[in-house]
């Protein structure tokens, strides 16, 4: 399975014009990855501007929806690494997987896999939790 870990775009609450040309251009980059929206799950925190980025990217896949996670939004006392592992378990029926997060949580994920740069916002990595392995893609 692929999982994909997408930041935000840039925001003040709401993603600003700027944020939205970042995932415009992030959601060109997964596009050209040819993945199949009918195998592909699109997991989003519950904060505005993560669930803005993720219509971007739903919009531009055609997904008929994406589904809000706790366990991907800032603040919560949830493990996200753990909680990601889950959730792929549970939903053998997908060959894809993509998170729209923040830095602490995705920052969380990455450095587990000894992944420890920056995540920029709009950023996109993929990860390999059976090699535990991690790398930035976008």
Same mark, same amino acid.
């Given at each position: ?7 935000? $775009?840039? =925001? ?6 700027? $944020?939205?040309? &970042?995932?415009? =251009? #992030? =959601?060109? %980059? ?6 199949? /929206? ?7 925190? +519950? ?6 980025? =993720? +219509?971007? !990217?739903?919009?531009? %896949? ?5 589904? &809000? ?10 493990? #996200? ?11 053998? &029926?997908?060959?894809?997987? !993509?998170?729209?997060?923040?830095? /602490? ?8 896999? $000894?992944?420890?740069? #920056? ?12 090699? $535990? ?6």
């Amino acid at each position: 399975m692929r999982v994909f870990l997408v930041r935000h $775009g840039d =925001a003040r609450g709401s993603l600003t014009e700027n $944020g939205r040309m &970042q995932i415009s =251009a #992030t =959601a060109n %980059f997964l596009e050209s990855l040819k993945l199949d /929206p009918l195998k592909t799950v699109l997991l989003t925190s +519950e904060r505005q501007m993560a669930v803005e980025t =993720a +219509e971007i !990217i739903r919009e531009r %896949f055609g997904f008929n929806n994406c589904l &809000q996670k706790s366990w991907l939004t800032c603040g919560t006392d949830e493990h #996200t690494k753990f909680c990601l592992e889950n959730f792929i378990r549970d939903n053998p &029926q997908f060959e894809t997987v !993509i998170c729209v997060s923040h830095e /602490p949580e995705l920052e969380e994920v990455l450095r587990a896999l $000894g992944f420890y740069k #920056t995540v920029p916002k709009g950023s996109v990595h993929e990860i390999q939790l059976s090699t $535990g392995t991690a790398s930035r893609l976008y």
